[in-house]
């Protein structure tokens, strides 16, 4: 099998999580805690093996790269080094990965602070002390924030030039290296466009189940 359709396996379990805070398949509870307990464990399959590619796959296509540039990041768990299978692409996951670091208090907030949010709310509205009636409430303030955290990382990170600094990554690169950054980058635009107008819709709607 293809490191490539590995990466896109072991991609998989992201848009799982989602889905299961989103959709609550298995009831509030159970889907709370069968997607925190994905998230939580992805790193522990997902990082070794885009560790043990990150020379032989460029980090923002995921095609196979041989003799690419190579670049030093720091990120939470330490410093990395990752490949590109030529300059032109190691140029734009500079660029996006140093938009990242510029607006790291930006993207913390908007992401991991939306998602401590929703998982209070959540678990709240499971043990019964809130309405089940206002989950949907809870998704679509979620999607809401998130979209509006990732739409201009995915619309205006690579635009500009890459400064000469040292990269620093405010999330674990890992994740973005199993399928490639330009792929993260267009599903933070397409999932970031879909969700704005659902939650829009939702919370604009006299018609919307509140």
Same mark, same amino acid.
């Given at each position: 099998?293809?490191?490539? *359709?590995?990466? +896109? *396996?072991?991609?998989l379990?992201?848009?799982?999580v989602?889905? +299961?805070?989103?959709?609550?398949?298995?009831?509030?509870? @159970?889907?709370l805690?069968?997607?925190?307990?994905?998230?939580?464990?992805?790193?522990?399959?997902?990082?070794?093996?885009a560790?043990?590619?990150?020379?032989?796959?460029?980090? @923002?296509?995921?095609?196979?790269t041989?003799?690419?540039?190579a670049?030093?990041?720091?990120e939470?768990?330490?410093?990395?080094?990752?490949?590109?299978?030529?300059?032109? /692409?190691?140029?734009?996951?500079r660029?996006?990965?140093?938009?990242?670091?510029? /607006?790291?208090r930006?993207?913390?907030?908007?992401?991991?602070?939306?998602?401590?949010?929703?998982l209070?709310?959540?678990?709240?509205?499971?043990?019964?002390r809130?309405?089940?009636?206002r989950?949907?409430?809870?998704?679509?303030?979620f999607?809401?924030?998130?979209?509006?955290?990732?739409?201009p990382?995915?619309?205006?990170?690579t635009?500009?030039?890459?400064a000469?600094?040292? *990269?620093?990554?405010?999330f674990?690169? /890992?994740?973005?290296?199993?399928?490639?950054?330009c792929?993260?980058?267009?599903?933070?635009? +397409?999932v970031? +466009?879909?969700?704005?107008?659902?939650?829009?819709? /939702?919370?604009?709607?006299?018609?919307?189940?509140?």
């Amino acid at each position: 099998m293809s490191d490539r *359709l590995l990466g +896109l *396996l072991l991609f998989l379990p992201v848009p799982i999580v989602l889905f +299961l805070f989103t959709r609550a398949p298995l009831g509030i509870a @159970w889907s709370l805690a069968l997607g925190v307990a994905l998230m939580l464990s992805h790193r522990l399959y997902a990082r070794p093996f885009a560790l043990a590619r990150s020379a032989r796959r460029c980090l @923002w296509c995921g095609s196979a790269t041989v003799e690419g540039p190579a670049f030093d990041v720091e990120e939470p768990f330490g410093t990395t080094r990752w490949g590109a299978c030529g300059e032109p /692409h190691a140029d734009r996951a500079r660029r996006f990965l140093e938009w990242a670091a510029r /607006h790291r208090r930006f993207l913390q907030v908007g992401i991991l602070g939306t998602l401590a949010a929703f998982l209070v709310a959540g678990a709240v509205i499971a043990s019964g002390r809130m309405s089940a009636t206002r989950y949907p409430d809870a998704v679509n303030a979620f999607r809401l924030a998130i979209a509006v955290t990732v739409l201009p990382l995915g619309f205006l990170a690579t635009r500009g030039r890459a400064a000469d600094t040292p *990269l620093r990554s405010p999330f674990p690169v /890992h994740i973005q290296a199993l399928i490639g950054t330009c792929a993260v980058s267009w599903l933070f635009r +397409l999932v970031g +466009l879909a969700w704005l107008v659902l939650a829009i819709l /939702h919370f604009a709607l006299p018609s919307s189940p509140r």
